[in-house]
């Protein structure tokens, strides 16, 4: 039995990868960091289309290898993380061929210009011996950011079948060439046209009329994107899990309540810098998307306690995990209460530049428990010694806490801290009253097994005034 010269039908419906990490050509989109969510190649589907041909005489011996179905093939060439060794076994025989070349294709390499300009022309040979357009499933053309223009764009225009595409920083793509490549592309689940600043919202309508299964949208620091194409996109494609919209600046409650009331399984939404974003923002978030695990508002400087006091009572987001309020002034104890009420599961929250924050918070912030990993509390200046080690007590798995220009903290806060047995940074730029003592105690080891070595990764000391020079030599082993 021989295998035919190229597979009947490549498509497929699977979500689950069988293809090689290659280190050379990351894609750590952020909508890609979790399992599961929105990764896709080749899949199991695909596999069921590879058929044998039964040309080959029934008398000749075949090797062992050849009588392996494709599945057990494949699985076997996703394990080589080489381009270049998938490319030797695509020479070894036809059978091979067509069971590696999904694998070689799905993610091509376009690290150099020359590399792109030969997939290029790969793709749009009407000759070529597999129809490489169709095998094509992630296409990321970053590392060409400051070449990459509407024309090398428009050499994709035949991959109808891309499902994560990635031009962050692609600053001479315009609506032009985001459009030609999205036009028809019924498989795009993520999309990260990042610093792109002169798309518009022509760019967006485009991608809402084709792509119903997207899942993940990073439309960072593109400034020209409004309301009007994010709530036709809420409309049409509400699989999204992951949206990162920091820096648009237009942004306002209209596209956000639109996202929170047709994308159910939202997972992460990043607001960063939104400024008109407002408390009725993100009380429909919390009140509506049972799911969400991230939510960062860091500096939409119109949000207050109200936006937590107004969720209704009794409601608990178990999901949550991460909450940024950088810079969310108006942000108080009551709201703080709140939250830890609301999400016992809190791993990471970010209350820097909170200025009004005072002990009640961090009191309530203890209930977390083990739950609380990540701290920041950065010019919270309000809060004590006393606070600081009530939380010690209470949350020992903290791994990072940041407590820069804290100037009520003394060294009875840092030998608290530098007891914590997970700790691994710490931040206290600015914390005056700190003297050599808490060098010292942060130095001290803690691991009787590791006798020279604290456990630290980072303290930074920025504008400890009281601190001597000695001191720093502990600092340095």
Request: charged content about 25%.
């Amino acid at each position: 039995m021989a295998c035919r010269s190229r597979p009947r039908d490549l498509g497929g419906d699977s979500s689950s990868s069988t293809s090689p990490e290659r280190a050379i050509d990351e894609d750590n989109d952020f909508f890609m960091l979790e399992a599961n969510d929105s990764q896709s190649s080749i899949g199991v589907g695909n596999f069921r289309d590879l058929r044998v041909d039964s040309r080959r005489s029934q008398d000749m011996p075949l090797p062992p290898i050849y009588r392996l179905p494709p599945e057990i093939l494949i699985a076997i060439f996703s394990k080589l993380s080489s381009p270049l060794d998938l490319l030797n076994c695509m020479k070894v025989s036809s059978c091979w061929s067509m069971n590696c070349v999904g694998i070689l294709w799905h993610r091509p390499l376009c690290n150099t210009w020359d590399n792109l300009l030969k997939i290029a022309h790969a793709i749009s040979d009407e000759e070529s011996y597999f129809p490489y357009y169709d095998l094509v499933k992630r296409l990321n053309l970053t590392t060409l950011k400051s070449k990459v223009n509407d024309g090398t764009v428009f050499s994709f225009v035949k991959c109808k079948r891309i499902e994560r595409l990635t031009l962050t920083g692609c600053k001479n793509v315009t609506d032009k060439g985001i459009s030609d490549l999205v036009e028809g592309n019924r498989q795009l689940q993520a999309l990260d046209v990042s610093d792109l600043e002169s798309l518009t919202d022509h760019s967006l309508n485009v991608v809402a009329a084709n792509c119903s299964r997207l899942q993940g949208l990073n439309i960072t620091n593109c400034a020209n994107i409004s309301d009007d194409s994010l709530v036709q996109l809420a409309q049409n494609c509400r699989q999204l899990k992951r949206l990162k919209l920091n820096g648009v600046a237009q942004l306002t409650d209209r596209s956000i309540l639109a996202f929170a009331n047709n994308c159910p399984s939202m997972l992460e939404i990043d607001l960063h810098g939104c400024r008109h974003i407002t408390n009725a923002s993100v009380t429909a978030l919390l009140s509506t998307l049972r799911s969400l695990r991230e939510l960062r508002l860091a500096h939409c400087i119109q949000i207050s306690d109200e936006a937590f006091l107004r969720l209704p009572p009794n409601l608990v987001f178990d999901c949550l995990r991460i909450l940024d309020l950088t810079a969310c002034e108006r942000v108080k104890d009551d709201a703080v209460e709140k939250i830890i009420d609301s999400a016992p599961r809190l791993r990471n929250l970010v209350l820097g530049k909170c200025k009004f924050i005072t002990d009640r918070a961090v009191y309530a912030i203890c209930r977390l428990g083990k739950n609380i990993h990540y701290i920041h509390l950065g010019h919270c200046s309000n809060i004590t010694d006393q606070a600081v080690t009530q939380m010690v007590k209470s949350c020992n798995r903290i791994r990072y806490i940041d407590l820069a220009c804290c100037n009520r903290l003394t060294d009875a806060s840092v030998e608290q801290l530098a007891t914590l047995p997970k700790l691994r940074r710490i931040g206290l730029v600015k914390c005056q009253a700190i003297t050599d003592r808490s060098i010292l105690a942060l130095a001290k080891p803690r691991f009787p097994q590791h006798p020279l070595v604290s456990g630290l990764e980072r303290v930074h000391l920025s504008y400890c005034v009281n601190l001597t020079v000695e001191v720093h030599t502990y600092t340095s082993i």
